[in-house]
């Protein structure tokens, strides 16, 4: 399977707890995005990455939320001091430009669920 | 980006076609208008994009009005396994800066067998 994956694809922890998940993006996608989706509503913008740099953050949620692509592949999406608030499914999209298009492709998700 | 508006839900008979409809009448002339669906509790699945003529793939047509203020995306033959939450959305072309996809509600499609 040559799409985006995602890892864990399930995770309950307790509040207060620190969660990182990882995202493994299509080989050769220099962009990959984060998105939160909460129940019953679409999809939520939070940061993307060009290689390795983060060129968007203003939308992660708070500063417990921090994303890194340090080589430019693979990247992971860390919540310090979670809160019941933060249960959602947490998404990762990869995509590589071809010249004015450019297609976002998902993972599967990982469903957080904080206690 | 401009704004689109679907209906909340929509249901068709197994084997018929299936027209999801998308208005987006502040749509500018580089914006593209995307589908993706959501089958229930996966990522979104990438499904067609158009910038101003038909497009055709293996999974559905997008056919944009002449004047670009609404969508339709037609599923020719719907199954029970096409029955998931689909989302129009516009986003500029790419100008050199990425741009994150804004997604609305979207419209349930109920495929029934």
């Known amino acids: 399977d040559t799409g985006v994956s995602q890892d864990p694809r399930h995770k309950i922890t307790k509040r207060g707890q620190n969660v990182t998940f990882r995202c493994d993006p299509i080989s050769e996608h220099n962009r990959l995005y984060w998105y939160r989706q909460t129940l019953g509503q679409g999809p939520e913008f939070l940061t993307y990455f060009q290689n390795e740099a983060q060129l968007e953050k203003s939308r992660l949620l708070s500063d417990r939320f921090s994303a890194e692509r340090p080589k430019g592949s693979f990247s992971t999406l860390e919540i310090q001091r979670t809160e019941q608030g933060d249960s959602a499914m947490y998404l990762c999209a990869s995509s590589r430009r071809q010249g004015a298009r450019e297609t976002q492709y998902f993972g599967p998700g990982t469903r957080l669920l904080v206690l | 980006d401009a704004k689109t508006t679907q209906p909340t839900s929509m249901d068709c008979a197994e084997g018929r076609a299936a027209n999801l409809p998308c208005n987006h009448s502040?749509?500018?002339?580089?914006?593209?208008v995307y589908w993706y669906r959501q089958i229930h509790s996966q990522g979104p699945q990438y499904i067609i994009h158009g910038l101003k003529n038909n497009e055709t793939n293996e999974m559905a047509s997008l056919i944009i009005t002449e004047d670009r203020k609404s969508s339709t995306l037609i599923l020719p033959h719907a199954t029970l396994r096409d029955t998931a939450v689909y989302y129009c959305?516009?986003?500029?072309?790419?100008?050199?800066?990425?741009?994150?996809?804004?997604f609305g509600s979207g419209t349930q499609l109920t495929v029934l067998p």
């Open positions: 959305i516009v986003r500029a072309s790419d100008s050199g800066s990425a741009r994150q996809l804004t």
């Open positions: 502040t749509i500018s002339g580089n914006e593209y």
